[in-house]
């Protein structure tokens, strides 16, 4: 911080935030105060240095002169290029040790890590809550006037497997493609990582219940606890086709390994349309039960059956060949156990008719960039970054395909790892745009910066739960290293 700083004047009163910054190295900066301006004699130069600032003293010993050079404006004693290089660094989902090693490999100047935290939880914070709270507020007064609302929920984890710290549940708008509520919820909360998505459930639907948003349905992956908890209340569910068609394709991409199962095979892909003609042409759960079972009889080239839901396939009749099985067969045998199990049956009548939460996977996707895994955070700081992770994807969740020059849409051609080599074609989108983070600068710097109070007063009502550890007691030091041994240290053990 600097004490008794005159701030550097802004022409026009240009807002600091939006003024071009650019590197200079430091021998090019110390010629312009080598010589007196006034007698061109030789100057004594003093400098001073704070973070990414620095401070330059001139003064000519035979004629006098004196002047006092700011590298960046300062408002009140905090210097601009600090703050924003802070801001930038947290709202764009950087690492701030990152910053430093590339930093530091230009020997370029940075602040501390202690002076980035400070601005982070004295003004970035507070801005990122009060910021997500406005626009969350205006979706739901949108949703609150709509007569009936189908969302879709998920959650993901800080780590993979049962030992995650935390779990985010999204609630997203399936008809806007928006997401309208994240719930953090940590383990200890819940008694367990595999609580966690249902308590992130439950405050979801409080909080819609709470703005007065109509629910339609609530499209979900098969969460055991979820179905248990939506049934009881009386909450209309749906699947997921993906989700369900993967662990069918899984069991009969293994049982085609076996022996006289290889038929199984080619039947795969066919299976896995099957799944999706059968969710996106039904409109009630018996109809697509008696749709899914058909393919039972299609396989055997049978296109007659006795369901009245479903009396024949739709198909036109093929002339040529196919690897028809016949029943009795082990692989016929198999595969009517994959895919009439009692299980697979319930949940192919609750097939999603039409929404799916295919954009609740690619908004996880975003969230990586701003809280990837192999990072820990605290549970303040989780926070803000999925806000910062529902405000990227909501400005950019709808943008528009790319053209070519001539007004073509544009294409890349992809070879996803599921579909065995297949190659894909996947329309280009547009190139995202980043107005949020502008915002968060102007909100920071015009707002929070000049009264931070409002700001820290509505963060402090986030509740935060106890850390992980608070539970145990905290061994002494020296007793704890003395203990200390390898696999190797024989003499220690």
């Avoid at 004196?66 to 210097?79: E, I, K, Y």
Wanted: aromatic fraction near 10%.
């Amino acid at each position: 911080m600097l004490q008794k700083q005159q701030p550097c004047l802004v022409k026009n009163k240009t807002p600091p935030q939006t003024i071009n910054t650019y590197i200079v190295y430091e021998t090019c900066l110390m010629e312009l105060f080598e010589s007196c301006p006034v007698c061109k004699r030789v100057c004594d130069v003093q400098t001073r240095r704070i973070g990414t600032f620095i401070s330059v003293q001139q003064l000519c010993p035979h004629c006098q002169f004196t002047r006092n050079w700011n590298s960046q404006p300062v408002l009140g004693s905090t210097p601009v290029g600090n703050l924003q290089l802070s801001v930038a660094t947290y709202v764009n989902g950087a690492s701030f040790y990152k910053l430093s090693k590339v930093f530091k490999a230009m020997n370029m100047q940075l602040c501390k890590y202690n002076t980035f935290r400070r601005h982070a939880r004295m003004f970035i914070e507070p801005a990122i809550v009060s910021y997500w709270q406005k626009s969350q507020e205006s979706m739901l007064q949108k949703l609150h006037a709509e007569e009936k609302v189908i969302v879709g929920g998920d959650m993901r984890t800080d780590s993979p497997g049962h030992s995650a710290k935390f779990g985010s549940y999204t609630m997203m708008d399936l008809k806007n493609n928006k997401v309208v509520d994240l719930q953090l919820v940590q383990s200890n909360e819940v008694g367990g990582s595999y609580h966690m998505e249902l308590e992130g459930l439950k405050r979801s639907l409080e909080l819609l219940k709470e703005r007065g948003v109509t629910l339609d349905c609530i499209v979900t992956d098969r969460h055991l606890q979820i179905q248990k908890f939506l049934r009881e209340s009386s909450i209309t569910q749906f699947f997921d086709v993906w989700h369900i068609e993967k662990g069918i394709s899984k069991q009969l991409e293994k049982a085609a390994k076996k022996k006289d199962c290889e038929k199984l095979r080619g039947w795969v892909k066919s299976i896995r349309n099957h799944i999706y003609w059968t969710a996106a042409t039904s409109t009630t759960g018996p109809e697509r039960v008696a749709k899914w079972t058909s393919i039972l009889n299609h396989v055997q080239d049978i296109h007659s059956h006795d369901d009245p839901l479903f009396p024949k396939c739709l198909h036109p009749l093929r002339i040529a060949q196919y690897q028809w099985m016949a029943a009795g067969t082990p692989a016929f045998h198999k595969l009517e156990t994959i895919l009439s199990t009692k299980r697979i049956l319930k949940a192919v009548a609750k097939l999603s008719p039409h929404h799916q939460t295919s954009s609740l996977e690619s908004f996880h996707a975003v969230i990586l960039r701003f809280a990837p895994k192999n990072v820990v955070f605290p549970f303040l700081g989780m926070l803000c970054r999925l806000y910062l992770a529902a405000m990227h994807y909501n400005e950019n969740a709808e943008r528009a395909q790319a053209t070519t020059s001539t007004g073509k849409p544009l294409y890349k051609l992809q070879f996803p790892k599921a579909r065995k080599g297949e190659c894909r074609a996947k329309p280009v989108k547009t190139d995202p745009t980043f107005c949020y983070v502008a915002n968060l600068m102007d909100l920071i710097f015009d707002q929070v910066f000049v009264d931070p109070a409002p700001f820290t007063q509505e963060l402090l009502k986030i509740p935060i739960p106890e850390d992980l550890c608070s539970q145990y007691e905290r061994p002494d030091r020296e007793e704890v290293i003395s203990g200390y041994a390898t696999r190797f240290n024989l003499a220690a053990v």
